[in-house]
């Protein structure tokens, strides 16, 4: 077996000193040393590949180095044994791991040293196997969960219809919306944390959201728009989280008036929640000309 030793400081009476002493005592000689590790993150991913065996103190997983190393074990693809020297090693990587870090490294197998003086890696009594499948699965069920809920919502397709402007190029799942493409909106309010910002459409695999602000218009309604929708809208827009009747009645007077004109009409209403104008004005006032438009 190949062994790689990783601490801050390595020497005696160092417990990692020791096992080191330890396998040198019996002739193993495939044995690597990177102290500074934290530091030498290129190094250390040099070495791993010929790794079979990663040694450490939980000193090493102090404090701030906690995420950084529970990072770089989840991204190490290869199968590899990881011999940790801690108090209560299973109590401090409950405390210190999400339950997605459990899911992450579940590819390795990760083992308590109990006794470091005479250690050998196949005796039981110097090292314990640590089993966190309860938590694995624990996460396999939340993953399951949100393929689901991506599922039921990338199935709520509305009747309105959006036209793409620009490439969004936010990511790969953006990636087959192309300007000038038309795509039907989806009802995404099950998984959407932010209700105030955008639309919702079906990206490569799932559901993707577009935005229209700051002067930037990645889309424009094309089919479904109604009173209602730019209802909506407005009030997404002017941030009301919780709008009541109230509300609806006061925009939908206003987007009623004929006397004011389609400018007028965007103004009121912005100004009313104190929306900024800009942008939005004359965003809203082409948006109602097309129900009017519609109607004569």
Request: aromatic share 10%; hydrophobic share 35%.
């Amino acid at each position: 077996m190949n062994y790689l030793f990783i601490e801050n400081d390595f020497k005696l009476p160092h417990p990692m000193q020791v096992i080191f002493n330890a396998l040198e005592n019996k002739g193993i000689d495939k044995i690597e040393v990177l102290t500074r590790a934290n530091n030498k993150l290129k190094e250390l991913k040099e070495l791993l590949p010929n790794v079979d065996v990663l040694m450490m103190q939980t000193t090493f997983l102090d404090g701030y180095q906690n995420r950084k190393v529970i990072d770089f074990l989840s991204s190490i693809k290869k199968p590899i044994n990881v011999c940790i020297f801690s108090h209560n090693l299973e109590g401090h990587l409950l405390q210190v791991m999400e339950i997605e870090d459990f899911y992450n490294t579940k590819h390795h197998n990760i083992f308590s040293i109990e006794h470091y003086h005479g250690f050998d890696f196949n005796n039981s009594d110097c090292l314990i196997k640590l089993d966190f499948s309860e938590k694995v699965k624990e996460h396999e069920k939340v993953l399951k969960d949100k393929e689901d809920q991506l599922k039921r919502v990338s199935n709520n397709i509305t009747d309105v219809k959006v036209k793409i402007l620009i490439n969004p190029n936010c990511g790969k799942e953006w990636g087959n919306l192309k300007p000038g493409d038309i795509v039907s909106v989806l009802n995404c309010e099950e998984i959407d944390p932010n209700p105030f910002r955008g639309i919702w459409v079906m990206g490569v695999t799932e559901p993707v959201k577009l935005i229209n602000e700051n002067n930037i218009s990645e889309f424009e309604f094309v089919e479904g728009i109604s009173l209602d929708l730019i209802t909506n809208e407005l009030l997404k827009t002017c941030k009301v989280e919780k709008p009541t009747e109230k509300d609806y009645r006061f925009i939908e007077s206003v987007l009623n008036d004929k006397d004011y004109d389609n400018l007028s009409k965007a103004q009121i209403v912005l100004d009313e929640y104190g929306a900024q104008r800009r942008f939005n004005r004359s965003y809203f006032a082409n948006l109602i000309s097309k129900i009017t438009n519609e109607n004569n």
